[in-house]
């Protein structure tokens, strides 16, 4: 049987080196095609995993421990499926979006082909260092779009991005390196028993260390400084690409280290203070949203809120009844993709609005909504989603987290999510609002392409749907 | 799918569609945009008048799509819903055809209608959802359609009352979604069924469903406008005079009542609810909010503001029957969701055409409008008479089984709530009558916009509507009695939550 995992990393190399090659005009033309190829894999290593679990490519035909295994079970391909349906819309904006830039172009292309060979790598791999190798490449190549279109502001988030990262690496090679001490092995699949046979003090170091540089990487409040001027300085196709995808690449793997590797240590205290930290985010990156008069900074902030209830999903699944634990995984689950698909949505629709006004301030929209109504409907459909208000994807997710919550009798976290929501919905409406004011008599409105528009829309309208659709999403996670 | 699967979205669909092909015309194409909207206006009165005779005949109308593992999509039409949905159709036919009249000239139309549509479809499905998480889900979506209407115009004021009308019903809509949620969690999907689900859970449960009620309400209570949650009704009357007409006949406003009818009736179920104590506390919200409600209505001097109070105290009513242990009070507080409708949105109508033809705003302004524009202020008069409780207009009815209710259930303080209340509609509203039939007029117009020719005094478009209502409310008093009026429907709806009863 042909075996798609491969070719979800091969395909993303080899188009980004023949993009290189070939200059941005065809590296476009490249791009996607290689992402309806991608897309188009994924979902069949889905269909593979629905009909028969979890699946095993030794590289090769070298199997571990001597060579390199790549797996896949439901949440890899969740992951693959929002990865690369993110990522094909935001390749015809980017095409549009970059016209006047051919130098940025020249560089953008090969870029996000590294990256997302990197994160398609990540989500394959079996064994932890790998992943360190996969996680490396991703850095280095977000770094470098962050920097794509040069410019002292982007130029500096980018070096800030970089040492975050790099701490980042660093501390999750240190607990590999202390875990294949012990243990003398690095694959997933091996370690796993071990680990749960017996635990030395020094493999909660590693954990700690895997965690900690992980969360970093993610941008867990208070980790979270690098992560605004990094995302609201790039390019608004670069920050669509990090904010929906890079870090949810390394929250992927926090999950994967939480509650398949390190589950026999985890332990109540530390799924609470994760939480804690989740909590700390949700309040302190809306307040800051809310306070933000640029709008990427605005939307930058609103990521920071909304990983903050991804780290809910711990204390959600941590020592209470199986029952609770699914709905809650699957609430955080959703979450994931929910905000994947309205971040991407949002941020490039706000990219337009500051194409069509040549303004980044949140007063330089007014009148959008009578001239860009298209726009400001995606944003909108987009702010559902972030408000978690139905139907839309982020309600599913926020459904099941409060129905974990409420269930356990944990209502502190209730009271999170629902403060939190409100908050997103006083940031959203900051924009929407303004937007519905009479234009200035000097604003002057540039006609926008239409491929600054409508691939955007699908994006928002995937978040809505995913509220009346999540069910397909939760028989893939199942699928296990 | 089958038929009777395919109705209730065929309800959604007729105005869910045309609005989101509405939004893609250009502001030109007014011909299109009324058409499209017509269409689907008759289209929904069509496919529920065909409903409502299938429901009469034992028809089972229900649609269920599973969205997660345990939580289900529902629409349901049993006779309560028909109630609603037939009101809400009805009443945005009329008010669609008022708006293509009101609207013309004006900017932004084709957002105006196609947001209009959606607040309908979202009224629709809060009227057909048959569990309560679909009613969540569409009331969540009424708020959302009906922001960019409150803030249509624009402008500082009415941006001001956007803002206070989210902060309140996005606040109430986090109560709510924290209840129902709670609710969920205790005992399942909470399909709405006559006689309430929840007696099933053990007394254990007591302290948890008394706590999720106070939820339920108080996020209900603020669509509803329950003292002391009503603080943006009367700021969101800045909205152009369709909208405030659908929001306070049918859109907003009666989702918040509905949904209270349906906690009390087919969640709790009357008998359970009243067993834990949790009907009284109700009643007296009630009272206080109709006492309430029509004492600010006294100092008002804006004719909109005045009919804003006048609905927070009306909207009350219905609460105050489903409070009310009996099935009397449960018949008055029922019919008077379609009774309170057809009144206020004759007034509202009535407002608007003064506002459009005349200039005329305020109440000291109205000096003499009775001679100038006889038919809009005969509609007027039978509203304002309809709501003050005359017989045999339909507020006479409501009133009347919300007093035989009171009685039966030994309340008789609700009798004097009822005739303090009826005093107050009389004293705020005939001053309004006497200055438009018996005061001369001295001066000139405020701005007469629609000179009068061929005794013609306003738009017809604008005029037809109010009379239609106007006419229904006499009708649905005068012939009360007969088989296919609302009273009557109510009465079987009755007679399915109280079981030992007979109409």
């Known amino acids: 049987m042909f075996d798609p995992m491969p070719w979800l990393i091969l395909s993303p190399l080899i188009w980004a080196t023949l993009a290189f090659v070939h200059g941005p005009g065809r590296g476009a033309r490249l791009a996607v095609a290689g992402l309806i190829l991608q897309l188009a894999l994924a979902a069949m290593l889905a269909q593979q995993i629905v009909a028969g679990g979890v699946r095993v490519y030794a590289v090769g035909g070298w199997g571990a421990p001597l060579g390199i295994d790549l797996t896949a079970d439901g949440l890899s391909a969740v992951m693959l499926l929002l990865t690369q349906t993110v990522a094909l819309p935001l390749v015809f904006y980017a095409r549009a979006y970059f016209t006047d830039h051919a130098n940025s172009l020249r560089y953008f292309w090969p870029l996000t082909g590294y990256l997302l060979a990197a994160m398609n790598a990540l989500f394959l791999s079996a064994d932890v260092f790998n992943i360190y190798v996969t996680l490396e490449l991703l850095g280095l190549a977000a770094v470098g779009l962050v920097a794509v279109a040069g410019g002292a502001g982007p130029i500096t988030a980018a070096m800030r991005y970089l040492l975050a990262t790099l701490l980042g690496s660093g501390a999750y090679l240190l607990g590999v390196a202390l875990l294949y001490g012990v243990y003398g092995s690095v694959s997933l699949a091996a370690l796993t028993p071990l680990i749960a046979a017996d635990t030395p003090a020094v493999v909660s170091l590693a954990a700690a260390l895997m965690l900690l540089g992980m969360m970093l990487k993610t941008a867990l409040f208070p980790f979270h400084f690098w992560l605004p001027p990094a995302h609201g300085g790039a390019p608004a196709p670069v920050s669509a690409l990090l904010s929906a995808l890079v870090i949810k690449a390394s929250f992927y793997l926090i999950l994967r280290l939480w509650f398949d590797l390190f589950a026999p240590i985890t332990s109540v205290t530390a799924a609470q203070l994760l939480g804690a930290l989740g909590a700390g985010a949700v309040l302190w990156g809306s307040l800051l949203a809310l306070r933000q008069t640029h709008l990427k900074m605005l939307v930058a902030y609103s990521t920071v809120a909304q990983l903050g209830y991804l780290f809910l999903l711990f204390p959600l699944a941590t020592g209470v009844s199986a029952e609770v634990a699914a709905s809650a995984w699957q609430g955080g689950v959703l979450q994931v993709v929910a905000h994947g698909l309205a971040k991407a949505a949002m941020f490039a629709a706000v990219g337009a609005m500051i194409t069509a006004t040549g303004r980044d301030e949140i007063l330089g929209i007014a009148g959008v909504a009578a001239r860009l109504p298209l726009t400001l409907f995606t944003f909108a459909l987009a702010g559902v989603t972030i408000m978690g208000l139905p139907p839309s994807g982020g309600f599913a997710a926020k459904w099941l987290l409060l129905g974990a919550a409420l269930a356990s009798g944990q209502w502190w976290w209730v009271v999170v999510m629902v403060v939190g929501g409100l908050l997103s919905a006083a940031y959203v409406f900051k924009v929407l609002r303004q937007a519905f004011l009479p234009a200035e008599e000097a604003a002057n409105f540039k006609p926008l392409p239409r491929m600054l528009e409508w691939p955007v829309l699908l994006l928002a309208l995937a978040s809505l749907v995913l509220g009346l659709g999540g069910g397909e999403v939760l028989s893939l996670l199942g699928a296990a | ?503």
């Open chain 2, 1 to 503: 799918m089958s038929l009777n699967e395919t109705l209730p979205l065929l309800v959604l669909a007729s105005s869910l569609l045309p609005g989101l092909i509405i939004f893609t015309l250009p502001e030109e194409r007014h011909g299109l945009r009324s058409l499209f909207n017509m269409v689907g206006a008759t289209l929904k009165l069509l496919v529920i008048v065909y409903m409502l005779r299938g429901v009469i005949h034992g028809e089972e109308y229900v649609f269920r799509h599973t969205i997660l593992p345990g939580l289900d999509l529902v629409f349901k039409a049993d006779a309560l819903a028909m109630l609603f949905v037939t009101l809400s159709a009805a009443l945005w036919f009329l008010t669609t055809l008022y708006a293509i009249g009101y609207m013309e000239g004006s900017p932004h139309r084709s957002r105006f209608f196609g947001f209009f549509s959606l607040c309908v479809t979202a009224t629709v499905g809060v009227a057909m959802a048959g569990n309560l998480f679909t009613f969540f889900v569409f009331y969540e979506l009424l708020t959302l359609s009906t922001y960019p209407l409150v803030v249509h115009r624009g402008n500082e004021q009415a941006m001001r009352a956007g803002q206070v009308y989210l902060l309140y019903t996005l606040g109430g809509g986090a109560l709510l979604l924290i209840g129902t949620v709670w609710l969920y969690s205790l005992a399942g999907q909470v399909e709405f069924t006559h006689g309430g689900v929840l007696a099933a859970l053990g007394p254990e449960y007591t302290g948890q469903l008394r706590v999720i009620f106070f939820l339920l309400i108080a996020g209900l209570g603020v669509k509803a406008a329950l003292v002391p949650l009503h603080g943006w009704l009367p700021l969101a009357m800045v909205a152009p005079a369709p909208v405030s007409a659908l929001l306070h006949a049918v859109a907003v406003v009666k989702a918040g009542a509905f949904g209270i009818v349906r906690v009390v009736n087919d969640v709790y179920g009357v008998e359970f609810a009243q067993s834990l104590h949790l009907l009284m506390p109700l009643t007296v919200m009630a009272s206080v909010t109709i006492i309430w409600g029509s004492l600010r209505a006294l100092f008002q001097d804006d004719l909109k503001r005045r009919l804003a109070y006048s609905t927070i105290s009306q909207v009350s009513y219905i609460t105050l029957g489903v409070s009310i242990f009996g099935p009397m009070a449960t018949i008055g507080g029922m019919v008077h969701l379609v009774h309170q409708g057809i009144m206020k949105i004759t007034l509202f109508f009535c407002a608007g055409i003064y506002a459009e033809t005349l200039g005329i705003h305020k109440i000291s302004e109205m000096d003499g409008v009775g001679r100038r524009m006889p038919w809009t202020t005969a509609a007027f008069t039978v509203g304002a008479f309809g709501m003050i409780g005359l017989p045999p207009l339909a507020g006479f009815i409501s009133k009347w089984y919300l007093g035989l209710g009171a009685l039966e259930a030994q309340m008789p303080w609700v009798i004097a709530v009822l005739l303090a209340s009826s005093l107050l509609n009389a004293a705020y509203f005939l001053p309004v009558l006497y200055r438009a039939w018996f005061q001369p007029r001295t001066e000139a117009w405020p701005e007469e916009l629609i000179p009068m020719h061929n005794g013609r005094e306003a738009a017809w478009l604008l005029l037809v509507p109010p009379l239609v209502t106007a006419a229904a409310t006499v009708l649905v008093g005068l012939f009360a009695a007969s088989a296919m009026s609302p009273l009557n429907w109510v009465k079987l709806i009755a007679a399915s939550e109280y079981l030992n009863w007979m109409p």
